[in-house]
Structure formats: structure tokens, C-alpha cells
């Protein structure tokens, strides 16, 4: 005959595995940090259209002591020194040359700025001081065409990797436009090796290896020098699980390599930053959700200077953070 302290026990017994396994897990895939963490500096910016305000900052990117903001509604190029004193501005809303369609994650390489703009499905390129050198691209799903190109990397020949948003796909195009591979299904997205979910933006490693926001896969993709696929991370098995622990994401807008080589990650709907080492090792994380000094409200975009800050688009701010390793 069972009896009610034999169905205690039982049920005692159960919940211990359960215990036993959600322990497990946390220990498996929610890590620990293994660095200090980041102190604020400082933000500035506001909503508006006047110089050194924004509305919604969408890309950065820093040459020597100046940094590039992407103003996307305002279809702008904002400079500013390193410090957030304004310095100059180009661009409008537009689709013509000098004008722009939602500009997003910006890239420098070699004195040049590359502009990727997300509604005219094309690549700007100008010098520093803002004059037009080029137009790389055109609407579409062919080779060296985009449908929302979010962000690219420049390699040392010239040749472009773009994340194509839309066309779920990353491609890499010569200097000249033409493709040398692509990564992902055009217009299929997927979870498994390879494949894509909306990716956002790339950061090629001075190794060659190339980092691939996967957007809305939540995860971080990499692949070899020869293109062939190496690892992955964010949530179990990377797999598409968002949640808001260390490691995981919640949708992957921005991705920059530091001068160590570490990966940084802008969480977006986590409001903070992750850094990890290449082998998708957590590190640290910094910011948390507000409109308060050291506080997000999604971070949208993500670049890191030579002395190690990093500055971060504060996207429903309006603003920009700066912020430094703590000692």
C-alpha cells in the first residue's frame, strides 16, 4: 500500500533532480564574469535636430580622436571628438549621393568611410572630412546586391563583407564588386551553422577570422580565413534561446573587435554590452536598463577606440555613452 509519506518522499526525491538539474544548466550556460567590469564616463546628445543632438543613432565608428555617429532619422553623419565636443556634419535624407536612407553601422578603413544605408539597399563610401568617393551597390538578391545591408567590414585587399539583413545572407565582395562567396541561404533564414536570422553587422579579426552578428538568431557566428564555418555563441547551443543572462542575447545589432582582439556585442533589447574573448568565452558586461547616467535603453551600436573605451549608441536616448575598463 502506498502511503502519503512513501508519495512525499517520492515527490522529495523528484524535486531534489529538478534542483540538481537547473543547477546544472546555470553552471553549463549562464557563465561567470572572468574580468572587471566597465565604469561610465559620460553621454551626450538628446533628441532633436541641432548639432550633437540625434534621433536614433543607429552606427559609430572612430578614426584616431574623432568619432563617426550614423543619425539615422536626421540622415546625417555627426563627428565628434572622443571627448563629445561636436565638429562637423554631412548628409541629409535622400537617396542621392551625399544623402541617406537610415544609415546604420559604420566602418573606417584606410582613411575612408564606408556607410551602409538600411532603405536604399547600397554602400556609401566617403573621405573623413565628408566628400563623396563612391556608391557600391543596388536594391536586390543578386551577387553585390542588398536588401537592408546593416553593417560590413573592409578587408586588407579592399574587399567588403556585408551583412545583407533582408537576404539573410553575408556576402564578400571584391574591391571591384564582384562576389567571392556568400554565407547563408538568400532569403531563407535558419538557426544551424552558417545560416542566418536577420544578421546586423561584421567585424573581420586581424587573423582573418570574420564575426557575424546573427541579429535575431541571438547569437555571434565565426568563420576560418577560408570561409569555412568555426564556432558559435549566445544561449544554449546557440540556437535561437534569447534570455537575459550573461552570454545570452537578446537580439545582436552591433559587433566590434578591440584592440586586444576581445568581441564586443551590442544586446540590444538586454540594454548592455557583452565582451567576450574570440573563442566566445563571457568576459564582462556593463549597463543596465534606464535613462540614467551608466543606463540604456537599447544599445544599438558599438565601436572601441585605441585606449580601450567604448562608446555605445543609446538608441531610445538619443544619446551616446562613453565608458572605460574599470582598474
Known sequence: ??????????????????????????????????????????????????????????GLAVAGNELFVADARNGRIQVFDLDGTFKRMFGQPGDGPREFGRPMNLTIHNGALYVPEYFNDRIQVFGLDGTSKRLIGEPGDGRGEFNAPGGLAVGPDGGLYVADFYNQRVQHLRADGSLVRQWGT???????????????????????????????????????????????????????IFGPFQGWFATVTSIAIGPEGNVFVADFYNDRVQ??????????????????????????????AEDGSVFVADFLNN???????RE
Open 319 to 325: 544619446r551616446i555613452q562613453k565608458w572605460r575598463p
Open 186 to 240: 538568400t532569403g531563407e533564414f535558419g538557426n544551424g551553422p552558417g545560416e542566418f536570422n536577420y544578421p546586423t553587422d561584421v567585424a573581420l579579426a586581424s587573423d582573418g577570422r570574420l564575426f557575424v552578428a546573427d541579429g535575431y538568431g541571438d547569437r555571434v557566428q565565426v568563420f576560418g580565413p577560408d570561409g569555412a564555418f568555426s564556432h558559435k555563441w549566445g544561449g544554449p547551443f546557440a540556437m535561437n
Open 1 to 58: 500500500m502506498v502511503t502519503r509519506k512513501t508519495i512525499l518522499k517520492a515527490l522529495a526525491a523528484v524535486a531534489g533532480v529538478l534542483v540538481l538539474l537547473v543547477l546544472a544548466g546555470w553552471i553549463a550556460f549562464v557563465p561567470s564574469a572572468r574580468e572587471p567590469g566597465y565604469e561610465f564616463v559620460k553621454a551626450w546628445g538628446g533628441k532633436g535636430t541641432a548639432p550633437g543632438e540625434f534621433s536614433d543613432p543607429t
Open 275 to 304: 565582451k567576450f574573448a574570440p573563442d566566445g568565452t563571457f568576459l564582462t558586461a556593463f549597463g543596465e536598463t534606464g535613462a540614467g547616467p551608466g543606463e540604456l535603453r537599447h544599445a544599438m551600436a558599438i565601436t572601441v
